[in-house]
């Protein structure tokens, strides 16, 4: 991800939702359904002083808070700080977005971090409680990278980790399978070659260790053929998510620096996917980051904006309605009025 001044130049907004906690900033939802409530995992954002760049350091987050609600509209319970960047050995900076799941009384926090050598990984940390507090391993996933872990368990059990993220998220800088510290600070920047996929893998029983190879997400147009580095538009950026839907698998995402939420579909969770389309317009803010959840025979997308601070680094996040046609296709979401 990228920081920018977009939301100056956006003008005055009328949004459509209101801020879920305006205490904290929060961005990066991850909304799961855990003992019949929603358990939010969102990023925590703070102004850590640090200027806006293109690598994204002003976002210096440094702990996670969970949000809870019983119902969706109803209160919403801030559990306090599930973990902090000081407990987590191997990290050094920036604590990004993360994702939870939950599997035989265990409750898992994926979290990407920049290590002491400032290479993104992925860890990962357990509690018997969905708000924590969370204990982190004392290493990263082995061969993990990058950042924006979203973890799908199919109906059968298994679960997937989604990961990846261009730009600031420095998925090109593995593009050969080993990290590259002078890579580029984009993308391949090879327009007319397939666009960098994000990475699925299956994981392990234990939820703490990748199973397999990881693989390349790939998502086709309407030619069969992968989309291209040049297609902003439509092309993977980050901030992805996995739900299935009468028995299809929406592998959904972010354009990145074109502000777009996209989705493919797919017969497998390990892909391919077909690109079907744009479901949510820009938001107010450079990011755009969601995720989908079903809560009582209703479907919700949690996404952030910048509407309490204007600023790209301080995001708060939201709820609404998402709906699927009878065609499988999702309706646009519409955030602002304009
Ligand atoms: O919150 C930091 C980064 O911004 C996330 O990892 C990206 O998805 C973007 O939302």
Same mark, same amino acid.
């Given at each position: 991800m990228l920081p920018a001044t977009r939301s100056a130049a956006q003008g005055k907004k009328k949004f459509l939702n209101e801020p879920l906690i305006k205490s904290i900033y929060t961005a990066d939802p991850s909304a799961h359904v855990f003992n019949g409530k929603i358990y939010i995992y969102p990023s925590h954002d703070i102004d850590a002083g640090i200027p806006e760049n293109d690598n994204g350091d002003h976002f210096a987050m440094r702990d996670y808070h969970i949000l809870s609600m019983d119902r969706i509209g109803g209160p919403v319970t801030d559990?306090?700080? =599930?973990?902090?960047?000081?407990?987590?050995?191997w990290a050094g900076r920036q604590l990004w977005a993360p994702d939870a799941a939950y599997k035989n009384g265990t409750y898992y926090l994926y979290f990407p971090v920049k290590d002491k050598q400032d290479v993104f990984h992925i860890g990962v940390a357990t509690s018997k409680n969905p708000a924590g507090p969370f204990k982190a391993e004392?290493?990263?996933?082995?061969?993990s990278f990058s950042i924006d872990p979203a973890v799908f368990t199919d109906t059968n059990g298994q679960s997937y980790m989604y990961f990846g993220g261009i730009w600031g998220g420095q998925? !090109?800088?593995? =593009?050969?399978?080993k990290y590259e =510290?002078?890579?580029?600070? &984009?993308?391949? !920047? !090879?327009?007319?070659?397939?666009a960098l996929s994000c990475k699925v893998v299956k994981l392990k029983a234990n939820m703490k260790e990748f199973d397999g190879k990881v693989r390349d997400v790939i998502i086709l147009d309407e030619h069969g053929k992968p989309l291209l580095g040049k297609d902003h538009n439509r092309r993977f950026f980050e901030g992805s998510w996995m739900h299935k839907y009468n028995g299809k698998y929406y592998f959904t995402y972010s354009t990145g620096d074109t502000h777009f939420l996209a989705y493919a579909i797919g017969d497998n969770p390990m892909g391919p996917f077909k690109y079907k389309g744009i479901f949510m317009k820009p938001v107010q803010g450079w990011t755009t980051h969601h995720s989908i959840v079903e809560f009582k025979g209703k479907w919700y997308i949690f996404y952030h904006d &910048?509407?309490?601070?204007?600023? &790209?680094?301080?995001r708060n996040v939201k709820v609404t309605e998402l709906h699927h046609n009878a065609d499988g296709s999702i309706q646009m979401i519409e955030t602002v009025k304009e």
């Amino acid at each position: 991800m990228l920081p920018a001044t977009r939301s100056a130049a956006q003008g005055k907004k009328k949004f459509l939702n209101e801020p879920l906690i305006k205490s904290i900033y929060t961005a990066d939802p991850s909304a799961h359904v855990f003992n019949g409530k929603i358990y939010i995992y969102p990023s925590h954002d703070i102004d850590a002083g640090i200027p806006e760049n293109d690598n994204g350091d002003h976002f210096a987050m440094r702990d996670y808070h969970i949000l809870s609600m019983d119902r969706i509209g109803g209160p919403v319970t801030d559990h306090g700080v =599930a973990l902090d960047i000081k407990n987590i050995p191997w990290a050094g900076r920036q604590l990004w977005a993360p994702d939870a799941a939950y599997k035989n009384g265990t409750y898992y926090l994926y979290f990407p971090v920049k290590d002491k050598q400032d290479v993104f990984h992925i860890g990962v940390a357990t509690s018997k409680n969905p708000a924590g507090p969370f204990k982190a391993e004392p290493k990263p996933i082995a061969g993990s990278f990058s950042i924006d872990p979203a973890v799908f368990t199919d109906t059968n059990g298994q679960s997937y980790m989604y990961f990846g993220g261009i730009w600031g998220g420095q998925l !090109q800088r593995w =593009a050969k399978g080993k990290y590259e =510290a002078n890579g580029s600070k &984009t993308d391949l !920047q !090879q327009d007319n070659s397939p666009a960098l996929s994000c990475k699925v893998v299956k994981l392990k029983a234990n939820m703490k260790e990748f199973d397999g190879k990881v693989r390349d997400v790939i998502i086709l147009d309407e030619h069969g053929k992968p989309l291209l580095g040049k297609d902003h538009n439509r092309r993977f950026f980050e901030g992805s998510w996995m739900h299935k839907y009468n028995g299809k698998y929406y592998f959904t995402y972010s354009t990145g620096d074109t502000h777009f939420l996209a989705y493919a579909i797919g017969d497998n969770p390990m892909g391919p996917f077909k690109y079907k389309g744009i479901f949510m317009k820009p938001v107010q803010g450079w990011t755009t980051h969601h995720s989908i959840v079903e809560f009582k025979g209703k479907w919700y997308i949690f996404y952030h904006d &910048t509407e309490l601070s204007g600023k &790209t680094h301080l995001r708060n996040v939201k709820v609404t309605e998402l709906h699927h046609n009878a065609d499988g296709s999702i309706q646009m979401i519409e955030t602002v009025k304009e």
